[in-house]
């Protein structure tokens, strides 16, 4: 399973062709423990509340807080390596589903509208989970079949 997670990675800028349910999943996976991991220990290092009002001086507060702000700041570094891959992977997922990549811009406007947002949010969790296209379709060959070997390689 780690592979299917890895392969994104793999295939950083490529938008052309199929992924999996699997390697759509996994790669979600991997980044959500990721993430959760460095937002985690920024809070763990976060100061308490008794040593953030006692210190008053600029230093001390950075100080204080340098852990803090040293996994925060890989977090957004994180955050900044993954953006593209998880578009392509997205939009590689619609593919799978003979769907244009065109929908994937659809879903995160819509999700940027109050209300219509939440259920334009679960409309894309639903077309991401549904199984994909029996066989070859416009944008390739069926990634589960055998003789497709080398897109994993």
Do not use: C
Request: aromatic share 14%; hydrophobic share 55%; proline share 5%.
């Amino acid at each position: 399973m780690l592979q299917y997670a890895i392969l994104p990675f793999k295939r950083y800028v490529d938008f052309q062709g199929r992924s999996r349910r699997l390697e759509y999943w996994s790669f979600t996976l991997f980044n959500a423990v990721v993430a959760t991991v460095l937002i985690g220990l920024a809070f763990a290092l976060e100061p308490t509340g008794d040593e953030a009002t006692l210190e008053t001086s600029l230093e001390n507060v950075v100080a204080a807080n340098a852990g803090s702000l040293i996994f925060l700041s890989l977090f957004a570094i994180y955050f900044l390596a993954i953006l593209v891959p998880s578009i392509a992977v997205a939009v590689r997922r619609l593919h799978d589903r003979n769907l244009s990549g065109w929908w994937y811009l659809a879903f995160v406007v819509a999700s940027l509208l109050p209300l219509l947002g939440f259920i334009a949010s679960i409309a894309f969790i639903i077309f991401m989970a549904l199984p994909d296209t029996n066989g070859a379709n416009r944008f390739g060959p069926n990634p589960k079949s055998s003789g497709n070997a080398g897109v994993f390689a």
